[in-house]
């Protein structure tokens, strides 16, 4: 989906960064397409965070009947108890404050939970969380540790072929100064505080380097899944969800030069 009504908020800058071949060395220097230059809109990053986690939840509550299937009738007055519905042996039953009665206010199965968001504002946040990616400042501020002073990290395209194993990939990420931040994912990795343990969240693993590559198919791919905290996305379903993790911009993105043009055609926006 192109944006193309955008233009007045483009800033009127280039952003220049380098390109790593596969040795880790720098090849190049490119400029970032006009979507890079778009401004930072946090209220809308959040409301499209919102609207693509709630899209997940699975509804639930309570059965309607739960606590009423009984046969309790309300007696009258003039016996001395609470006006409660009774059992003929005198047990209270159905009422909030009795034994088996029904719960005050359950969570009910046909609430809406989900925040729709419209088509719009959910592209404009992509692209506005992608023009994060290039901003260090927004990238440290969400944790993240690297020595590039220029963002996001570009490569080539042989990367995504050649390098094939996970060890290769801690020495292409070393060379290029983003090992560190795997290790601190991996550090940060522990078990749970709470009830999470028991509903299948049992470890908590703070996210990690993003690669932006051409197809879930590459060797690349493949060789970077096992690490800690790494996300792979490629330019037809990137998602809110990749470049904003819990609603905050800034996500530490690296972008393989094919998969850049990709997404310089998929959301276009003309310069000033």
Do not use: C
Not at 18 to 38: H, K, Q, R
Request: glycine share 8%.
């Amino acid at each position: 989906m192109t944006l193309e009504t955008i233009t007045p908020l483009a800033f009127k800058e280039k952003i220049k960064v380098n390109v790593y071949g596969v040795d880790g060395n720098v090849v190049g220097e490119i400029e970032l397409p006009e979507l890079f230059n778009v401004p930072i809109r946090g209220d809308l990053i959040r409301r499209a965070f919102l609207s693509a986690f709630t899209a997940m939840l699975q509804p639930k509550g309570r059965d309607p009947l739960a606590g009423k299937r009984t046969t309790a009738k309300y007696w009258g007055v003039g016996y001395g108890l609470a006006r409660v519905p009774r059992l003929p042996n005198g047990t209270a039953r159905f009422v909030v404050s009795t034994r088996k009665g029904h719960a005050a206010f359950p969570p009910r199965p046909d609430e809406r939970i989900h925040e729709e968001v419209n088509k719009k504002e959910r592209v404009m946040a992509i692209i506005s969380a992608l023009a994060a990616t290039s901003r260090p400042e927004l990238v440290r501020e969400r944790g993240h540790v690297f020595t590039p002073s220029r963002l996001p990290v570009i490569i080539v395209d042989e990367a995504e072929s050649s390098i094939s194993k996970t060890i290769q990939v801690r020495e292409y990420l070393e060379k290029i100064g983003l090992w560190s931040d795997v290790e601190r994912s991996m550090d940060g990795m522990g078990i749970r505080a709470g009830r999470g343990k028991m509903r299948g969240r049992t470890y908590v693993e703070p996210r990690s380097i993003l690669f932006i590559v051409s197809s879930y198919s590459v060797p690349l791919a493949k060789a970077v899944r096992n690490l800690p905290g790494v996300d792979i996305a490629t330019p037809g379903n990137l998602s809110i969800l990749h470049l904003a993790p819990g609603g905050v911009p800034g996500r530490l993105t690296v972008i393989s030069m094919k998969a850049l043009n990709e997404l310089a055609s998929k959301y276009r926006v003309r310069p000033l």
